[in-house]
């Protein structure tokens, strides 16, 4: 080989160790983008969403909800029937089950948020059937009392159905 082919291929194997050194700092800032997101992905739970995510949870998959800490903080140890005040909100979560087991599909959404204070929301969340023996059934509207704590974390304090 030539002196001058030797020059060619070191330049060559200088720029490919660039390229790589490049590229491991690029995965390096990606795998440190993510986690910074893991990490923060639950502090960034609106009031809103945490009163959603544990309505579906309780009519889909009730005894999932001790295995969300999230969640299962969120109620500050109640069981999550105990957040059922009336007789007309536990009928309805029944209704919904029963609907869901059936195979009907839920759809779960916030209708309307009134804040009630700084410290206090009241979630309207409303649940739609498609599916199932009963092609498409009227919605069911829930409101979630969700009020904050000491720490500043939101509590679920009670579920009623709307009137």
């Not at 579906?56 to 005894?63: D, G, I, M, N, Q």
């Amino acid at each position: 080989m030539t002196t001058r082919h030797r020059h060619t291929a070191t330049r060559t194997e200088a720029k490919v160790r660039h390229r790589r050194g490049a590229l491991a700092v690029l995965a390096l800032m990606a795998v440190s983008a993510i986690a910074t997101l893991v990490y923060c992905l639950p502090r960034l739970e609106t009031p809103e969403r945490l009163a959603r995510d544990y309505l579906k949870r309780l009519v889909t998959e009730p005894s999932a909800i001790a295995e969300d800490e999230a969640l299962a903080r969120s109620t500050g140890g109640a069981p999550p029937e105990a957040l059922l005040e009336r007789l007309a909100a536990r009928v309805a979560v029944e209704s919904l089950r029963a609907r869901h087991a059936q195979g009907a599909q839920l759809h779960f959404r916030i209708a309307e948020v009134r804040e009630v204070g700084a410290d206090r929301r009241r979630v309207f969340v409303d649940v739609e059937v498609r599916g199932g023996a009963d092609r498409v059934s009227p919605t069911e509207r829930f409101v979630v009392v969700l009020t904050r704590d000491e720490r500043g974390d939101w509590r679920l304090r009670g579920i009623t159905e709307a009137d």
